[in-house]
């Protein structure tokens, strides 16, 4: 007999679309709370913040020992960061690492990674404990400053933010991915942010493009060069978002007898310098880099990559130009200042906001710490005020504590004390009775009392108040500012620069090579100029059309049967192997149109073209270049009109022969046959029956030359057959080619 269970605790009916969306935006809002996003006021995420402050509660001060990493991972994991003890140490060995970060936070003894990217040794090898700009970011967290909450488990607290009296969100920067937004702020120099954020206090309504004079643009660790305009740079601060170009640091190392080389000391931030190189040889062995020989990278503590040229007349900026085109040397940095604010929501900030939300942060931070002090303050004077009395009946007090069973209460209705003053007066030490004692305990009251009328002037007057935080960040600045050591600037900031024209020459090996196709479009490439190409192997019922000899830097124009100009780059014909590759496959030429000649790209030079119906005109060869596979459309044909004819035109022509199917010859000037780009052209000749078979220029002066069999042969006496463009011309001399060809 089946038994029903009932449902244990509250079961409701949910649709499961609902149910999805509710746990997955829990999942979400975790994600960009408690990982990935910043928070604006000290800049760090959660796993940061529990770090420092978990090296904090072990005491590990920049002026005491180290501890191994294992330990502080241990104590993270335990009591802050209920997460993965890899995830943990990545971080920490980040916030220790001078080319992660530009101020680091963590002062690591041992392997905590290179610039090449190796991986830092295990926390159970490594030591660590915090910097004095850590300290800073935790300066008055016990002074009641911040807030605190329970940690995962209900055992112990952890600040919710920290007080940071060092602007580190736009000092070392941040990076996150969450679901659905992401954060990229780069690092910035201190300096620059301290002069910025003390001009916003005197000026609260500063624009950006001002405190972008203070501070130009970010700082990386790694230095380089940022190459953007000030206009670009300011856009980007002030919607939050934008791209900024970094390039690798070079100079020129000039060498005996004429030679030089390029010597690379920085390159751009979170770029590996051993991927980089890698990167450059693959290229180098590809031949995808013609001006460069050789690599090699002689860095140690500092970096030199050295950039040996192929030879002393190579152009060093044509080459670091080509480096910058296709490797890592030029990187994008990607600003995007997506953080959470105040109140733990998510946006995007300009830079003004960021600055103000920092400065918002420390005044809060002054005002809990006054509170705090001045409640200090009068704790301690009322326990003063309660030696004093001790003093004054310094006897009774005697009497009182060696006769009484209970002294503290006798004390207290004696004297009028109060609890504390009882209990401090009854803890106090026969040494402390002295005179002196007396005298001191006077001074600090009035020290004390003093110290807490300024208090209580700073709470009451906000101009003292933000003079005092100005006061804190100017000395910062002094500390660790643009005169220190650390805080010297390490990326040079320049305008965009010049576009310096590479040519497609310097992009490719020049090599010799013979261009082979056939009869039915196979195309390949041989190495070499072939003097005897009578050898080439062809497909089965297939035979040599055109053989051209050129080099891997040349260009390939095809005219076909569309009317179409086609481009190909003799680098990229197949190797001369086999029997090659057919040419439609390598451009977009349908199988209702054939190839109507193949010829390498002279600039500068001019075409004639012509269609079987006898129209055509005269085109710029440079216009007919195409850069895609559909190719260029020059001559217009329709019906059954194909397009039949083109050559090139010699300087010195001034005539034009047509030779029509009908075995018809008209001569006419140059000049009557207009230039286009594009279109479908002017009558060269007219037919009553068929169309045009062959276009030729000439110099009337010299004669026209056809071709016939191995012989060639020459007619200079044309009055015949001159006439205007569109006649219908008359029979060729005899001798002329039977297939109605020039040649």
Not at 155 to 180: C, K, T, W
Not at 495 to 506: I, W
Not at 668 to 676: K, L, N, R, T
Request: hydrophobic share 40%; glycine share 8%.
């Amino acid at each position: 007999m089946a038994t029903t269970l009932a449902p244990a605790g509250d079961v409701r009916d949910t649709r499961l679309a609902d149910a999805l969306s509710e746990r997955y935006l829990s999942y979400a809002l975790s994600t960009i709370m408690s990982r990935s996003l910043p928070d604006v006021r000290d800049g760090l995420k959660p796993v940061h913040r529990r770090l420092l402050f978990a090296m904090r509660q072990l005491r590990l001060d920049p002026d005491t020992g180290f501890k191994k990493c294992a330990r502080v991972v241990g104590d993270v994991i335990g009591k802050y960061h209920p997460h993965g003890d890899v995830a943990v140490y990545d971080a920490m060995v980040r916030l220790a690492q001078d080319f992660a970060v530009r101020y680091p936070l963590v002062d690591g003894q041992g392997n905590f990674g290179s610039l090449d990217g190796d991986n830092a040794a295990a926390m159970r090898y490594t030591e660590a404990r915090m910097t004095e700009i850590a300290m800073l970011l935790l300066d008055g967290i016990d002074e009641d400053a911040v807030d605190f909450r329970e940690t995962y488990d209900g055992d112990d607290s952890e600040p919710v933010v920290l007080p940071a009296a060092f602007p580190n969100l736009l000092a070392n920067g941040a990076s996150g991915i969450a679901v659905g937004m992401a954060t990229s702020i780069p690092p910035h120099n201190l300096g620059e942010i301290c002069s910025a954020l003390i001009h916003l206090i005197k000026f609260p309504n500063a624009t950006i493009a001002k405190l972008i004079d203070f501070m130009p643009g970010p700082d990386f660790p790694t230095g380089g060069i940022l190459v953007e305009d000030r206009e670009t740079i300011v856009a980007a601060y002030k919607t939050g978002r934008g791209s900024l170009r970094v390039r690798a640091r070079w100079h020129q190392e000039k060498l005996s007898h004429g030679q030089y080389q390029i010597v690379l000391t920085e390159v751009p931030f979170q770029v590996q310098k051993a991927r980089l190189i890698e990167r450059m040889a693959d290229l180098l062995n590809a031949k995808k880099l013609p001006f460069l020989d050789d690599i090699v990278d002689e860095s140690t503590d500092d970096v030199r990559v050295v950039l040996t040229p192929k030879n002393r007349s190579v152009d060093p900026a044509m080459l670091m130009e080509q480096l910058f085109k296709q490797t890592e040397l030029e990187s994008r940095f990607s600003l995007n200042l997506n953080v959470l604010n105040a109140e733990m929501t998510p946006g995007i900030m300009d830079l003004r906001q960021l600055l103000q939300a920092f400065l918002d942060h420390r005044h809060e931070v002054l005002i809990r710490r006054t509170h705090f002090r001045i409640g200090k303050i009068d704790q301690r004077l009322d326990v003063l005020s309660g030696y004093l009395v001790a003093f004054l009946n310094l006897d009774e007090v005697i009497r009182i504590i060696r006769e009484e069973d209970e002294p503290k209460p006798a004390l207290i209705k004696a004297f009028k004390l109060n609890e504390a003053q009882a209990e401090a007066i009854l803890n106090m030490r026969l040494r402390s009775l002295r005179r002196l004692e007396e005298m001191e305990i006077r001074t600090e009251h009035d020290g004390l009392t003093g110290e807490r009328k300024e208090l209580n002037r700073l709470l009451k007057d906000e101009k003292l108040r933000w003079k005092t935080i100005s006061d804190q960040i100017a000395d910062v600045k002094k500390r660790f500012g643009e005169k220190t050591e650390l805080g010297k600037r390490r990326t040079e900031i320049t305008s965009a620069p010049s576009e310096v024209f590479v040519p497609l020459e310097a992009m490719i090996e020049r090599e010799p090579v013979t261009v082979l196709c056939s009869e039915k479009g196979w195309i390949k490439a041989a190495k070499g100029h072939l003097e005897d190409t009578g050898e080439v192997r062809y497909k089965e019922g297939d035979r040599e059309k055109f053989v051209i000899r050129a080099e891997t830097t040349d260009k390939l124009i095809v005219f076909a049967t569309n009317g179409r100009f086609y481009t190909l780059g003799c680098d990229k014909l197949p190797g001369g192997r086999g029997f090659g590759e057919p040419l439609r496959l390598m451009i977009d030429l349908g199988n209702d149109h054939d190839v109507v000649t193949v010829m390498l790209h002279k600039a500068g030079e001019k075409l004639i073209v012509a269609s079987s119906a006898g129209r055509g005109f005269i085109v710029p060869e440079d216009a007919v270049v195409a850069h895609t596979r559909g190719g260029r459309q020059v001559l217009n044909v329709s019906g059954d009109e194909e397009a039949a004819v083109c050559r090139r035109i010699d300087a010195a022509s001034d005539s034009v022969a047509v030779i029509g199917e009908n075995r018809k010859l008209l001569v006419f000037p140059i000049d009557e046959v207009p230039e286009m780009n594009r279109g479908r052209g002017v009558i060269f000749q007219r037919y009553g029956d068929g169309g045009l078979a062959d276009v030729k220029t000439f110099t009337l002066g010299e004669g026209l030359t056809w071709q016939t069999g191995d012989r060639s042969r020459t007619e200079t006496d044309l009055l015949a057959w001159r006439g205007k463009r569109a006649q219908a011309g008359r029979l060729p001399p005899k001798g002329f080619s039977k297939a109605n060809r020039f040649g």
